[in-house]
Each structure stands twice: as C-alpha cells, then as structure tokens.
C-alpha cells in the first residue's frame, strides 16, 4: 500500500507522508496540545523538546495572560530551534470524553478549519505541516480524525481567503500505520 500520497487542488499543494513533524522545513508546524498548554507527552512533547524552553515558556505566559484555550480554538508561539518559524497550537477533542460522535467530529473540523485560516491570515504562512490531531492520546480513531481533516482542508482549499499565501499544506506523520490510513482516506479527495 502507498505510503506518500500528493495532490493539487486549485493552486494548493497537499500531501501526506511518514516523518518527524520536528524535522520538517515548512513555515508553520502545527501541535497537537492540550488547553493548558501543557507540553508533556506525544507530539507536544516532541515539539517542546526540539524547539527548547522557549515554546513552553511562551505557551504558559499565554496561558497566564489569557486563559486556557478552548476545544477547537488556536493561537501561536515561536518555534525556537526547530527548522520552521511559527508553532501554531490547537486543542482538539478527547474521544471519550462526550460520547458524542458528531460534536468530538465537528470540533476537529473546527480545530483544523481555525489553523488553516490562522496560518494564512494571521501568519501569512506558505507552508504548513499538521499531525493527527487528536488521534493519540486523545483517542480519536485514526479512520475519523484522518476523514475531518480532510474536510476541514477541502473547506480552505474551496473558499481560501483573499490574498492566500498558503500553498503547501503537508500530513507528516511519525508512525508508519497512521500514515496509511491518511493515505487511503485522503486518497478518496485527492
Ligand atoms: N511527528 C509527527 N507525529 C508525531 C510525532 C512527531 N514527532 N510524535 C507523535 N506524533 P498526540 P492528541 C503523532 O497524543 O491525541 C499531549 O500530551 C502520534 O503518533 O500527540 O491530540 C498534549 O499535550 C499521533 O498520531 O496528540 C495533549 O495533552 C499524533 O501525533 C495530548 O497529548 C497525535 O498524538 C493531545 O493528544
């Protein structure tokens, strides 16, 4: 089975591939976090890790500052040593935490739809890497997070903002069997 997959749709490029998300040159590098900001496991931790302090140290003073980050929601820190510019953080749902299928599906969408925007509007960002957001320690099958992002991409490549920069859009993920399953899904769209 496939293990890289690569499509256009209007004038963005999108892809999907195995690799280290810290590793990867993009302008952006999305995290998976939680509302705290709380770096300490998965790709949070991974990020946090390759960065250096200043990414949890910028992360706590928001939180300090602003408050948690609800589901869905995003903001940014600097990336520290890593080889991109910007983290975007974004806290996707817990699976088991609601029960409800259809809202835990609408708040990924959601948290996607929020960083692509962000990225672009906000950031004026290029290039962007995302992992499986919510597909680790929160629990989301792999088939349903991999499906909302899908959506949540085809909705920015559909109707990108005036003026998009961005035009590389990138699924980078670390472990061999998620990746496959990114594969086929996103397959069925690009
Ligand atoms: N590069 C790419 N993907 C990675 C990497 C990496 N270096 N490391 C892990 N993954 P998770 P969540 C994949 O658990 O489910 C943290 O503690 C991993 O294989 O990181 O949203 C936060 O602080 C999985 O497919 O995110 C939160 O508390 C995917 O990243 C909580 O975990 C996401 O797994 C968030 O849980």
Redesign the pocket.
Known sequence: KAKHLEGTIGDIKISVYE????QVTVDVVVN???KRL?????????ISRAGGRKIQKESYEYVDKHGTIPIGQVMHTGAGKMPCQYVIHTV?PKWNNHGDEETVKAQLYEALVNVLYYAANRLKATSIAI??????????PVDVCAGQLMLATLKFVQSPPENNTLRDIRF????DQ?NRTFVRIFSDSL
């Open positions: 690799g280290d998300l810290t998976a976090a939680n709380d770096h300490a496991g998965g790709v949070a931790l991974a996707g992992p499986a957001i919510s597909a680790g320690i929160y629990g989301v980078v993920n670390i472990d998620i």
